[in-house]
């Protein structure tokens, strides 16, 4: 695909992820930004991503953002941790440039990262996040480039997408799980006054995290932190700015059954969607 084929006029923010977890994202920046388009695309078919290899996650995060890039966004963020942990850099270095230099394509732990040092007193950082995000090393490397002397502490909890995504989040069988992982990541740093819930499935897990995570941890969730980072980031681009279209739309796409997708989205919303099927 070359520049000529994709559409040159103003579009909506594309917002992506494997599946539901970035649904929790796109809820904080509309409410930060309502009046933008945003086309959010879940390829729920073939969640999760967190125990993919780097190649595949790459490849498929690569087909999402290509799609987006047809349906005529200038900006995509991706809305997954493991994306942006496994295929931000690759997108952003040998594909823009031949896809189209001015798409910009943003990810969520950059931003994470930056707001970290005001939240934390001791500089204990645990992470929750896919195995595939936490095998990357990712935060560690952003956090260490402006924090050299935080201890960072990454921990993988590989059922709690699929807790999510199999809408068990809040049915009484989560409970194990999720005080194993808190259990583990206390036991291997038990000074952690910050824990990051590093991956966009979690917050839909929040509840029973608060619940298992001793008061006096603070747990930062990332949807605030990617919504106020990217207002920022427009009000200083105003030539990405002037590209997106402003009618206060959301388009929802999924890879999965629309309507089993629709069903646990307008959950996690709060309000009623509809979703399409769309095939990478
Ligand atoms: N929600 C994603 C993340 O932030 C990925 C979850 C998955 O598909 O494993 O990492």
Known sequence: M???????TAGPIGVFDSGYGGLTILSEIRRAMPEYDY?????????PYGTRSFDIVYDFTLQAVTELFR????????????????ALRN??????????????????????????????????IGIFATPGTVASGSYEIEIHKTNPEMKVTSHACPMWVPLVENREADKAGADYFVRQEVDALLKADPETDTIILGCTHYPI??????????????????????ARSLKDYLRRHGEMDARLTRGG??????????????????LFLGSEIKASRVQL
Not at 249 to 266: D, G, K, M, N, S
């Open 2 to 8: 070359n520049t000529e084929q994709l559409p040159q």
């Open 39 to 47: 086309i959010y695309l879940g390829d729920n078919a073939r969640a």
């Open 71 to 86: 349906r005529g966004c200038h900006l995509v963020i991706l809305a997954c941790n493991t994306a942006s942990a496994k």
């Open 91 to 124: 997108i952003q270095q040998l594909d823009l440039p031949r896809l189209d230099p001015n798409r910009r394509v943003l990810g969520v732990i950059r931003p994470t990262v930056e707001v970290i040092g005001s939240v934390t007193r001791n500089g204990h």
């Open 205 to 226: 897990l929040y509840p029973k995290i608060r619940e298992a995570v001793p008061e006096g941890i603070e747990i930062v969730r990332q949807g605030d932190i990617v």
């Open 249 to 266: 739309r959301a388009e929802y796409l999924t890879t999965e059954c629309p309507e089993r997708f629709a069903e646990l989205a307008t």
